[in-house]
């Protein structure tokens, strides 16, 4: 789990980011990510809980992927259609969603907790995850595991699930590295990872980071007012003059 002072540092570095105005880069909110290396730094993003009313983001979120990460997210290459329901149907009271956002407040990392539905495996749960092409490598994926990781052990999860292509080696190195026995069956692979029951530090690391990322989040929202502020203040401006001339 991630030291306090990490998430200090994070805060700061967020903070500090945000005094810049959004640029119109298509490619997120950050330069682009150094290639994967073995051994890095921990990843510390703020990880948002996402309500209902985040229907409409996550739906964007997932519309976004291509035909080949809607076939590795989903096990089969899922139509405009079949995301839309999927997200239609998505049970914010059972399950848990999370996120991650860039500073134009769009979903660039995903990650959904499904718990069983079946009193019979009442504690286990599944994981499913989905990280934009563009911000893919700097640990989100990996991180939102994690996360989940600790909400479903404070919620008596002992098991972990994940349904993954055997061709997915980003997806199976997160689910191996947290400690999880991965089953090839062919061109698919399930993997299986044992949690501890909840202790101190899981239900902590939780306070800690729903606080770290509302505060992130409202930090963002205001920069993000601001700037587009400026920015309709410039576009007047603008127009005055031309009008003029
Ligand atoms: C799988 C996925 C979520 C990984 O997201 P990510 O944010 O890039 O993952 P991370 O940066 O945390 O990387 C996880 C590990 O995989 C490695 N990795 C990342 N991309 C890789 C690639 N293309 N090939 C091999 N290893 C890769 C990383 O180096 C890292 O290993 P490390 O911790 O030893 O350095 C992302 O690729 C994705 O959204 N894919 C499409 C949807 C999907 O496959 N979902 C999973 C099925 S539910």
């Known amino acids: 789990m991630t030291a306090t002072k990490d998430w200090l540092k994070a805060s700061w570095d967020a903070g500090i980011d945000l005094l810049h105005p959004v640029s119109d880069r298509v490619d997120g909110d950050a330069p682009p990510p150094p290639p994967p290396v073995s051994v890095r730094a921990p990843v510390v993003v703020p990880i948002r809980s996402l309500g209902p009313a985040y229907r409409e983001r996550i739906a964007a979120h997932l519309l976004a992927l291509d035909d080949s990460d809607r076939y590795l997210r989903f096990g089969y290459k899922a139509s405009d259609e079949q995301i839309s329901r999927y997200v239609a149907q998505l049970d914010f009271e059972r399950d848990e969603i999370f996120g991650i956002y860039n500073r134009r407040l769009e979903l660039i990392a995903m990650a959904h907790v499904a718990f069983a539905?079946?009193?019979?495996?009442?504690?286990?749960?599944?994981?499913?995850?989905?990280?934009?092409?563009?911000?893919?490598?700097?640990?989100?994926?990996?991180?939102?595991?994690?996360?989940?990781?600790?909400?479903?052990?404070?919620?008596?999860?002992?098991?972990?699930?994940?349904?993954?292509?055997?061709?997915?080696?980003?997806?199976?190195?997160?689910?191996?590295?947290?400690?999880?026995?991965?089953?090839?069956?062919?061109?698919?692979?399930?993997?299986?990872?044992?949690?501890?029951?909840?202790?101190?530090?899981?239900?902590?690391?939780?306070?800690?980071?729903?606080?770290?990322?509302?505060?992130?989040?409202?930090?963002?929202?205001?920069?993000?007012?601001?700037?587009?502020?400026?920015?309709?203040m410039q576009a007047l401006r603008t127009g005055a003059r031309s009008a003029r001339s």
């Open 117 to 232: 539905t079946d009193p019979e495996h009442h504690q286990c749960a599944e994981f499913g995850v989905s990280v934009l092409k563009q911000a893919r490598g700097r640990g989100y994926g990996g991180r939102l595991f994690e996360r989940a990781v600790i909400h479903a052990r404070n919620e008596g999860v002992d098991m972990m699930f994940i349904h993954a292509l055997s061709e997915n080696t980003a997806m199976l190195k997160i689910a191996r590295k947290a400690g999880a026995v991965v089953q090839r069956d062919g061109a698919e692979s399930e993997a299986f990872l044992q949690l501890p029951p909840a202790n101190l530090d899981t239900r902590m690391a939780a306070i800690i980071e729903h606080q770290f990322a509302e505060i992130d989040y409202r930090i963002k929202h205001q920069a993000k007012q601001f700037w587009d502020f400026l920015a309709r």
